[in-house]
Every structure is written in C-alpha cells, then in structure tokens.
C-alpha cells in the first residue's frame, strides 16, 4: 500500500521562502505520477502542481506559476515542492498526492492515495 507523508509546513511572512517534502513508501515510487494540493479553510482543495512518473514534465497551477516549483528524487522516494515569494492567499493545509502512471492531473479524482497533509501560514 502507497503511504504519504508530508512535512515542511510552517508559519512565515509574506514574501518568504518554503519547501515542502513528500515522502513515499510502500510501492515502486517512480511508477507513481505525483502532485500537491492545497485546501483553505472553508474552500474546496485545489490543485497546486505534478509531476510525471518519468520526471520529464511538470504542470503547476496558474496561481503559484512563477513562483512554486515541483519536482522528484528518485533515490530518495521524495517529492519537493519548493514555495518562493509566499503570499497570505498561500495560506493552507497542503496534501500530497499519487496515481500509478497516468497523464498529469489537476482533478482530486484523478489520485488514488493521499497524505494527511502539513499547514503552510503565510502572515502579511
């Protein structure tokens, strides 16, 4: 069974820095397409970026394009999500996400497993 585990969450200001990890167990990791969400108090999750099983392509959110960026260590069987120039709206619960191969996705549906998610609180 796919485990997720998320870390890296913490508070900081606006216009600082952050990266995120996912660590993967329990499967082959570079078989797994993977990507982060984030959900907002009150709002529905959102996607934020993915990665392909391969590496070779990435997709990220428009609202974070510039600024987030994506990618995996296959050695290591991690996913980071490297976050610059934070802004109060970046503020939420962020999740990690993965699905056996498959084309990038953006929709929740789209991954089968799910971590238990890491707080990112960007004060202004």
């Known amino acids: 069974q796919v485990r997720l585990v998320e870390s890296g969450g913490s508070v900081v200001q606006a216009g600082d820095s952050l990266t995120l990890s996912c660590a993967f167990s329990?499967?082959?990791?570079?078989?797994?397409?993977m990507a982060w969400f984030r959900q907002a108090p009150g709002l529905e999750r959102e996607f934020v970026a993915a990665i392909s099983w391969s590496g070779g392509r990435t997709y990220v959110a428009d609202s974070v394009k510039g600024r987030f960026t994506i990618s995996r260590d296959n050695a290591k069987n991690t996913v980071p999500l490297i976050m610059n120039s934070l802004k109060p709206e970046d503020t939420a619960a962020y999740y990690c996400?993965?699905?056996?191969?498959?084309?990038?996705?953006?929709?929740?549906?789209?991954?089968?497993?799910w971590g238990q998610g890491t707080q990112v609180s960007v004060s202004s």
């Open positions: 329990g499967r082959t990791f570079n078989l797994y397409t």
């Open positions: 996400a993965a699905k056996f191969r498959g084309a990038l996705g953006t929709t929740i549906r789209g991954y089968d497993y």
